[in-house]
């Protein structure tokens, strides 16, 4: 099966984000959303989309919820979100029928983080911190993934130096699953006009200079001309600013994340 967004409806990013005379399908290329999530559950009996609650992880809930697919949808509660993050499962729980499921951290391995290291210890060096993202993010996402045959995320090729490659279908070799990334090609403003045109809820944090969300003490605000993911992790170099859970068959052997 070939997923190539841009032929099957083509949708210019530089297009102003909200003109009134558009028609929806002019400003995102939901057309091809759609057409790649069914195809994904024809495809695949029982897939799942990883939703972090990000903007655009609620772009692609709302197309699976709203049309009824049958693709589960979870998300990783690391203990560490933010309120509004939080806020926003609930909120979500008023507008769609289906729910989200939520995976936690082993309990006995976040109690052995804290006690070797302390809580905040992922400020200290890249390996704590990988291994709090590792207990809290990866090894979740693993239990998540069981029994899956494939699984969608909502990650965009312009979202980071480490993501400019990203196919819309891949293998991954780390969980041995194909994955899949219906949102690669899209732009920050396609993400947005669906948000705004179909009234989907989102994270308040977005309107306080959040583009990127993940756990609390890890994200902060950008500045005006910072990148998106300048707020994640922002005491890392740009090149490492992945917690794990998109880790590349190239990575894997070399034990390093990549996308
Ligand atoms: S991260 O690797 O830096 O945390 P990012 O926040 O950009 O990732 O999200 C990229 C994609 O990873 C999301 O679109 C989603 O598919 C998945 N993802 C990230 N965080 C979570 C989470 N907490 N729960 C479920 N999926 C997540
Ligand atoms: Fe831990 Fe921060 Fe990774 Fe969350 S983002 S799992 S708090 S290191």
């Known amino acids: 099966m070939a997923l190539h967004a841009r ?5 210019d990013s530089t297009v102003h984000p909200h003109p009134v005379s558009a028609a929806p399908e002019m400003r ?35 197309a699976i919820f709203t049309q009824d697919l049958p693709i589960a949808v979870f998300t990783l509660d690391t203990g560490r979100l933010p309120d509004e993050t939080l806020d926003l499962l609930q909120r979500m ?5 289906r729910e989200v499921e939520v995976f936690r951290p082993d309990a006995a ?15 200290e060096s890249v390996e704590l911190r990988k291994s709090c993202c590792h207990i809290r993010k990866v090894a979740p996402l693993s ?9 969608v995320t909502g990650l965009r090729r312009a979202q980071s130096v480490t993501r ?15 994955k899949f990334n219906p949102l690669a090609e899209w732009s920050e403003q396609e993400v947005w006009a669906y948000v705004r045109d ?6 308040a944090l977005h309107d306080r200079g959040y583009p990127s969300i993940g ?33 590349s068959p190239l990575a894997k052997q070399t034990g390093e994340t990549t996308t």
Request: charged fraction near 25%; proline fraction near 3%; charge should be neutral.
């Open 7 to 11: 032929q099957i409806l083509k949708a």
């Open 164 to 178: 400019t490659d990203l196919p819309l279908r891949e293998f991954d070799a780390a969980h041995g699953l194909v």
């Open 28 to 62: 995102y290329p939901l057309i091809a959303l759609t057409s790649q999530l069914q195809a994904i559950a024809g495809e695949f009996r029982n897939a799942a989309f990883a939703s972090s609650l990000g903007a655009e992880d609620m772009v692609v809930t709302d």
């Open 93 to 97: 729980r008023g507008r769609y029928s």
């Open 109 to 123: 391995d976040v109690q052995g983080y804290v006690s070797a290291h302390g809580a905040n210890a992922f400020y």
């Open 198 to 203: 179909r009234e989907v809820p989102y994270n």
């Open 215 to 247: 756990c609390g003490p890890c994200t902060r605000a950008i500045r005006h001309g910072e990148d998106v993911r300048a707020g994640r992790w922002w005491w890392e170099s740009r090149d490492r600013k992945e917690c794990g859970i998109h880790l």
């Open 143 to 151: 239990r998540a993934l069981a029994g899956r045959d494939a699984w």
